[in-house]
């Protein structure tokens, strides 16, 4: 059986969808996608990343407000977080250097809790893709714990 994950209903999403990638547990799908449909209010007309709760059917816009677009999307090892590459912006204060950062997002929350900026430990193309070289570690300052 296939289902369609970039859509709110059985509805045709109005724009093109790609890098599916499930949490560990299946119960979420992040994907990147151009279409304005999928959530109210998506009205920047770039890349924007999503999670899907496959269970409920709820999509969550993961890179709200960007100005810019983003991809990529990688959840943590318990789907608590999301990674993804972002030429935005305006998703994390004082991004003034102009190229694909990878931002760390809380999915329960909504809060951004880590930020690298440029391809720090691979190469970033102009189109999202990372190709990570070794392993990076993000870890909170001020909890004192890792992250992802």
């Given at each position: 059986m296939v289902n369609l994950v970039s859509s709110?209903?059985?509805?045709?999403?109005?724009g093109y969808s790609d890098s599916p990638i499930f949490s560990a547990d299946g119960s979420?799908?992040?994907?990147?996608?151009?279409?304005?449909?999928?959530?109210?209010?998506d009205t920047n007309g770039v890349y924007d990343v999503f999670v899907k709760y496959l269970t409920a059917g709820?999509?969550?816009l993961v890179s709200s407000g960007g100005n810019s677009s983003s991809?990529?999307?990688?959840?943590s090892s318990y789907g608590s977080k999301i990674a993804f590459a972002s030429n935005a912006s305006n998703?994390?204060?004082?991004?003034?250097?102009?190229?694909?950062?990878?931002?760390?997002?809380?999915?329960?929350?909504?809060?951004?809790?880590a930020s690298i900026t440029g391809a720090v430990a691979g190469t970033m193309t102009e189109d999202g893709t990372l190709t990570a070289v070794g392993t990076v570690t993000v870890t909170d300052p001020d909890?004192?714990?890792?992250?992802?």
């Open positions: 709110r209903t059985n509805d045709q999403s109005n979420k799908i992040a994907f990147r996608s151009i279409a304005k449909n999928l959530v109210a209010g709820a999509i969550y991809g990529n999307p990688i959840f998703l994390v204060a004082g991004d003034t250097n102009g190229v694909f950062d990878t931002l760390i997002k809380t999915l329960y929350n909504g809060a951004i809790v909890a004192g714990q890792t992250v992802f």
